[in-house]
């Protein structure tokens, strides 16, 4: 939602140029510039003479190579020596786009590489074998024959500056024609230099924000929580009969905080494992299964926290829920494409980043919890939560099988805005029981 | 049983919650997906026909009345400023503050050829004024303009709103429509300051800038039409910018083979070079054929061109600019691309002389997909803005 709505703005900045524009967007590596041009094909068309918009079905297969000629001659990246840098175009796509104001257009995209001199083996680099931050652009598609084109360059992933493709990208410059000197200039790009540690650090930066937007996941570990600290009854002495347990009493701090540690630490080590997994492309599953589970997930925690479904277990289902969850955070980092040495340490840091923002969660929330469990109100407290959480995730299930939203999971992405007074009308309503309990139980001794 | 009232109640304010922000939600939704425009209606356009028609809106309908009655019997820029003033007399308290603004360089470039709902406009748009504030925004518009000429001076401005209202009715939506174009002042009118009007929308804007009691500009104003077909409107069938393309056709195929090889670019246009937010960016080499080189009769045709637009402003003021652009003639050029038949997408022409700035480019249809239309720019190398 907050990506559309990021795109939403990019498109809205492109509002001088009445035609469509060409973008140039830069994923910048270590070594390396991976490219996406994307080129409206009615002023391709104009400038490169092939019906390419009057006749765009099987464009790349008809005239693919023509097309990749014509690119590379146009694409010059330039290091400061003066020596120019390998370019190499990929994939081709021509597909239908559309802005505010041409409306729906047909474009072509490229995937491009560019390789400053001196890189033998892109995606092996040796610190300060060439630099990819400064360079001139020589950019002309299009534009060499179409005087009223325009190109706007930006970066789209810069790991090094902590820019993730997450956020809208970064104009870099526009190419176009001088009009005064009828000539087009090459752009100057100079990138600020970045670093690993920024980059890891955006990538802790990545694993707060996923936690604290990830209302599924967070829901997740605070409904599987909710019972951690009571006593199950009917556990001993009646254990033939299955289904008859029960939430107890609150079963003491020492007890409830073993349990608490016991299920966050299954949770972390079933998550950091599948988004190793993942991220490293060992283990790659669709997004929308994974997605359904992980609302499932919330579903059955729920459940358990009304009646104990799998009392004494809560660790391996910890767990195994884990192993889940971490697959959808993979995908995020997936998502990058970043070369071994970048990944090692995003994985590494995104996973630092969901751990801690976990931690200040459940450190804020827990100790109301123990207190509340020790008051016979807490069954109210936990019943409530679990339905809650129960119909949120029955939401989300229909959403993600249908894939459309619909008006419950919209309202819970609002209802989380409100999280923090939630927070504190818990810290009240557990201090103020803890104090009712006490006074009512000093006169009368019982 | 307490346990189930109060989780029934927590469940039940939860949702009832949701759903009160669902409804908001769907609300939004509703109101911004209705573009109905009050007195508009859709007349779907057949093959065969070559005249599209709109049932002409209030406001066109208004603009479009002969009568004319004003107070102000003074002449030239006195006139203008009594009917300015009339019209501001029309206006409330907060009409006024909207329309009034200061003269500043950065208010007077704030035009576009985009719609207003994509390129927000300073002033008071038409679909705020009432048919009072209309009357009287038309006597000030029929005033700076020329009357009594077909598709030219005012007629041309107001067949370009009914173009508008039309793009409106064919799934254009409420971003456009002559409801969409605004006025506004500024600077204070006066017959020895300098103040300026400006009337801008989608594809018409006209600028009127005066100084010290004299019109000082009249550009960078932009002409163009979407559909370039006719449009009818209640009784009247309008094409307002169907004559300036027939001049530069006439104009460029009457070029010999050999003067039309000299004329033509080698760059192709898909719009215009000095569109809004590019002023003062004259290239410093004209391209082209020059004028001078011409025969006289072919001479003519470029000035026929050009009297296209500068004859849309009134008698007076037409006459001075055109004595000077008649006088430059020789040292100005004329340049083309794609088709000197200016009926596809991608042709192009261009008039650039030592003042006079004219470019017109055919192109391709934003609402009426794959069907071109016409931008066109007038700008004055050292007349824009008034020379401010």
Not at chain 1, 65 to 82: A, C, T
Not at chain 1, 127 to 152: C, M, N, S, W
Not at chain 2, 182 to 197: E, K
Not at chain 2, 336 to 351: E, F, K, L, P, W
């Amino acid at each position: 939602m907050f990506l559309l709505f990021l795109l939403a703005g990019g498109s809205r900045m492109a509002l001088a140029h009445p035609m469509p524009n060409s973008g140039v967007l830069l994923n910048v590596h270590a070594d390396r510039i991976d490219a996406e041009l994307q080129i409206p094909l009615v002023e391709l068309q104009l400038a490169w003479g092939h019906a390419v918009n009057d006749s765009s079905a099987g464009l790349v297969a008809r005239l693919g190579p023509q097309l990749r000629d014509y690119l590379r001659s146009h694409i010059r990246p330039q290091s400061p020596d003066g020596r120019f840098w390998t370019v190499s175009v990929g994939e081709l796509v021509a597909h239908e786009t559309q802005n505010p104001i041409v409306g729906v257009y047909r474009e072509l995209t490229a995937q491009v590489q560019m390789i400053p001199p001196g890189v033998d083996s892109p995606g092996e680099s040796t610190p300060g074998e060439a630099d990819v931050r400064q360079f001139t652009f020589y950019y002309d598609a299009v534009l060499h024959q179409v005087r009223t084109h325009k190109i706007l360059v930006s970066v789209r992933q810069d790991w090094e500056r902590g820019q993730l493709a997450e956020a809208a990208p970064v104009q870099v410059g526009e190419i176009s024609l001088d009009i005064v000197n009828d000539r087009v200039l090459p752009l100057p790009v100079n990138l600020a230099s970045g670093s690993s540690w920024m980059g890891f650090v955006s990538m802790v930066r990545l694993g707060t924000q996923h936690i604290a937007e990830g209302t599924d996941h967070l829901l997740f570990l605070l409904v599987l929580l909710l019972p951690a600290p009571l006593l199950v009854t009917g556990q001993s002495g009646s254990r033939r009969r299955t289904g008859r347990f029960g939430w107890g009493n609150f079963g003491g701090s020492r007890y409830s905080l073993r349990r608490l540690l016991l299920i966050v630490t299954a949770f972390t080590v079933g998550h950091s494992l599948t988004l190793l997994l993942g991220s490293l492309g060992w283990v790659r599953l669709p997004g929308q299964p994974v997605e359904i589970l992980i609302a499932v997930s919330i579903l059955v925690s729920a459940m358990h926290a009304v009646r104990p479904l799998f009392p004494g277990r809560e660790t391996w289902v910890a767990a195994g829920f884990g192993l889940i969850h971490g697959l959808a955070f993979a995908g995020t980092l997936a998502n990058l494409n970043l070369d071994a040495g970048p990944m090692a340490l995003s994985i590494l840091g995104f996973n630092l980043g969901i751990e801690m923002m976990q931690l200040l969660v459940i450190a804020l929330i827990i100790p109301w919890l123990m207190l509340l469990s020790r008051t016979p109100v807490y069954a109210y407290v936990r019943v409530g939560g679990a339905v809650l959480a129960g119909v949120a995730a029955m939401a989300w299930i229909v959403e993600r099988v249908t894939g459309q939203p619909n008006g419950l999971t919209q309202g819970v992405e609002l209802v989380v805005g409100y999280a923090p007074y939630a927070l504190v009308g818990l810290a009240g309503l557990a201090l103020y029981i803890t104090w009712r309990l006490r006074r009512s139980k000093q006169p009368s001794a019982s | 049983m307490k346990q189930i009232i109060l989780t029934a109640c927590l469940v039940t304010v939860a949702i009832g919650g949701i759903n009160l922000l669902e409804s908001c939600k769907s609300t939004d939704v509703d109101a911004s997906s209705t573009t109905t425009t009050p007195g508009s209606s859709t007349t779907a356009t057949s093959g065969s026909s070559t005249t599209l028609t709109t049932n002409s809106n209030t406001i066109t309908t208004a603009l479009a009345t002969t009568a004319t009655t004003t107070t102000c019997a003074s002449t030239g820029v006195a006139q203008v400023v009594c009917l300015a003033e009339a019209f501001k007399a029309t206006l409330s308290s907060t009409q006024l503050s909207t329309m009034q603004l200061t003269y500043t360089k950065a208010n007077a470039q704030k035009w576009s050829n985009l719609p207003a709902g994509l390129s927000a406009r300073n002033g008071i748009s038409l679909g705020a004024l009432s048919t009072t504030q209309l009357a009287a925004f038309r006597n000030l518009m029929v005033a700076v303009l020329a009357l009594n000429a077909t598709n030219e001076g005012y007629d041309e401005m107001v067949g370009n709103l009914v173009a508008d209202d039309y793009l409106n009715t064919i799934g254009g939506g409420s971003d456009y429509g002559a409801g969409n174009y605004y006025l506004s002042f500024l600077g204070t009118p006066s017959t020895s300051g300098l103040w300026a009007i400006l009337f801008t929308g989608h594809h018409y804007t006209q600028p009127y800038t005066f100084n010290a009691g004299a019109v000082t500009g009249v550009t960078p104003a932009f002409r163009g039409t979407e559909p370039q077909a006719a449009v009818t409107a209640g009784s009247r069938t309008y094409q307002a910018f169907e004559q300036e393309r027939v001049a530069f056709a006439a104009m460029l195929t009457g070029l010999s083979s050999t003067e039309q090889t000299t004329a033509k670019l080698s760059g192709s246009y898909s719009d215009l070079v000095l569109g809004p937010g590019q002023d003062g960016k004259f290239p410093s080499t004209k391209s082209g054929i020059q004028v001078s080189e011409l025969s006289s009769d072919k001479q003519a045709l470029v000035l026929a061109a050009i009297k296209l637009y500068v004859n849309d402003m009134n008698t007076s003021t037409a006459a001075t600019i055109l004595t000077k652009y008649t006088n430059e003639l020789a040292s100005t050029y004329v340049a083309y691309s794609g088709n000197t038949s200016m009926t596809a997408s991608g042709d192009y022409v261009r008039i650039d002389g030592p003042s006079v700035w004219i470019e017109f480019s055919y192109q391709g249809g934003v609402i009426i997909r794959n069907t071109p239309h016409s931008h066109s720019v007038w700008r004055d190398r050292s007349g824009d803005y008034g020379g401010n």
